[in-house]
Antibody, heavy 119, light 109 residues
Framework: EVQLVESGGGLVQPGGSLRLSCAAS????????MNWVRQAPGKGLEWVSY????????YYADSVKGRFTISRDNAKNSLYLQMNSLRAEDTAVYYC????????????WGQGTLVTVSS | DIQLTQSPSFLSASVGDRVTITCRAS??????LAWYQQKPGKAPKLLIY???TLQSGVPSRFSGSGSGTEFTLTISSLQPEDFATYYC???????????FGQGTKVEIK
């Protein structure tokens, strides 16, 4: 069974940093591209970042470019999101999601981890 | 970036109704469109990919159509478990900013 489990969320002050993790199991993690998607409280979905299976290609939404860094460790079946210079508008539930095929859609999602940026 | 506009934003319907949600893209995206269902407190669930391909395990009452800039998600006969928020997402190859529509909330009439 495919499982994605996020961790690392919490309360952080504006300007602070946080590192999210996503532990994958039930599939060959190294064969799939992965993404982070976030959802602010009561709002819609926002794609945040993409990383290819080998980490050779990475993309970011303009809203996080220069502040967030996506990475992965295929040996540990894990995906990460390093978030620096956090702002109140980064408050959201962060989901990791698997890209099923090239431009096919996100077929598996984690349960999400809440990040709250507040003083 | 490519913008997606869903209509309506809110929809009130009864069990058994046929429901159609539209997603319009600000530029052509071929068939690189997916539809998701999200229930409160839960992660989104993939329903349709490549505009019209039903994801495995999704009931056949869900269908998708369209290409280019206009797409539709249709629920042929609304069931109690279908009351949720639905999002479209474009996965066009360039630029790689895979935006979502703003969502359509389907509520019980």
């Amino acid at each position: 069974e495919v499982q994605l489990v996020e961790s690392g969320g919490g309360l952080v002050q504006p300007g602070g940093s946080l590192r999210l993790s996503c532990a994958a199991s039930g599939f060959t993690f190294s064969s799939y591209s992965m993404n982070w998607v976030r959802q602010a409280p009561g709002k819609g979905l926002e794609w945040v970042s993409y990383i290819s299976s080998s980490s050779s290609t990475i993309y970011y939404a303009d809203s996080v470019k220069g502040r967030f860094t996506i990475s992965r460790d295929n040996a540990k079946n894990s995906l990460y999101l390093q978030m620096n210079s956090l702002r109140a508008e980064d408050t959201a539930v962060y989901y990791c999601a698997r890209l099923m095929a090239v431009a096919g859609g996100f077929d598996y999602w984690g349960q999400g981890t809440l990040v709250t940026v507040s003083s | 970036d490519i913008q997606l506009t869903q209509s309506p934003s809110f929809l009130s319907a009864s069990v058994g109704d046929r429901v159609t949600i539209t997603c319009r893209a600000s530029q052509g995206i071929s068939s690189y469109l997916a539809w998701y269902q999200q229930k409160p407190g839960k992660a989104p669930k993939l329903l349709i990919y490549a505009a019209s391909t039903l994801q495995s395990g999704v009931p056949s009452r869900f269908s998708g159509s369209g290409s280019g800039t206009e797409f539709t998600l249709t629920i042929s006969s609304l069931q109690p478990e279908d009351f949720a928020t639905y999002y479209c997402q474009q996965l066009n190859s360039y630029p790689r900013a895979w935006t979502f529509g703003q969502g359509t909330k389907v509520e019980i009439k």
